[in-house]
């Protein structure tokens, strides 16, 4: 068992669910199975905090704790709420967090803290003196761009316009299933996003992370890139991962 100083903890805000684990900092792992707890409806700030507090009690976790977001997050406010409760938009959802669990949060975008777990432990861990673009593939499409290590937040590259839509709405997962879409038919959607996106960041490794990360064998064939496009190493744990490690790092 690992010294408590190795130990932080993260928790995953979601549309549907929340789950927290606590994380073994220099293994880059959870340090126990994770909980998980259905998002409440409405999914307002306080009732999810309510949620939250109940995760960190199930550990006896009395410490400070970081958090992902599905949105915009400055500075412990979240600015917009693509789907979650509007109540969310310019909320100072640390202020929030910090009072109904009493535990000092560090509240951090969902796909930036995927993008530092992936490129401190996983598919970019080897990639440190690059510039690497994590691209998450869900409900909605979350971006992170780690360059040598180092995070750029809120890119939101999944509201990109391309051919007059917001990107998401097109070559998210969520409208592959939607659209009831083959693998060839979505691996287009995902050709037109990834040249695009290809256009305006030149990375030196995509890493493509979301539930469909599992099933990169299926789409990736139909998808051509000029960067190395790999799976996410690190799959549905890593914004759990990510936040610990940015609260506590
Ligand atoms: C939001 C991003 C988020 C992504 C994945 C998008 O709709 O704008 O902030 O990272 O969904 O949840």
Redesign the pocket.
């Known amino acids: 068992m690992s010294s408590t100083h190795a130990l932080g903890f993260g928790i995953d805000i979601?549309?549907s669910g929340i789950k927290g684990a606590p994380v073994d900092l220099h293994k880059g792992r959870l340090a126990a199975d994770r909980v998980r707890i259905p998002t409440p409806q409405p999914s307002t700030p306080e009732a999810v905090a309510e949620t939250v507090g109940q995760i960190l009690d199930e550990f006896d976790w009395r410490d400070s704790f970081g958090c992902t977001?599905?949105?915009?997050?400055q500075h412990g406010v979240t600015r917009?709420a693509?789907?979650v409760d509007r109540a969310w938009i310019d909320c100072d959802a640390a202020a929030v967090l910090r009072r109904v669990t009493g535990r000092d949060a560090l509240l951090v975008?969902?796909?930036?803290a995927a993008g530092v777990a992936e490129a401190e432990f996983g598919a970019a861990a080897d990639h440190h003196h690059g510039l690497v673009l994590v691209v998450?593939l869900?409900?909605?499409?979350?971006?992170?761009l780690v360059n040598h290590g180092k995070l750029v937040p809120?890119t939101?590259f999944?509201?990109l316009e391309i051919d007059g839509f917001d990107a998401?709405s097109r070559a998210?997962d969520s409208a592959r299933e939607r659209e009831d879409l083959d693998w060839e038919e979505w691996g287009g959607r995902l050709q037109r996003y990834f040249t695009h996106v290809e256009n305006l960041v030149w990375p030196d490794l995509i890493v493509v992370g979301?539930g469909v990360s599992k099933k990169f064998e299926k789409w990736s064939p139909h998808v051509r890139t000029r960067t190395q496009l790999v799976p996410a190493g690190l799959l549905n744990e890593a914004g759990i991962i990510g936040a610990a490690l940015l609260a506590h790092g």
């Open positions: 979601g549309g977001f599905p949105a915009v997050v917009t693509a789907n975008n969902d796909a930036d998450t869900g409900t909605g499409i979350g971006s992170a809120n939101e999944g509201h998401e998210a979301g």
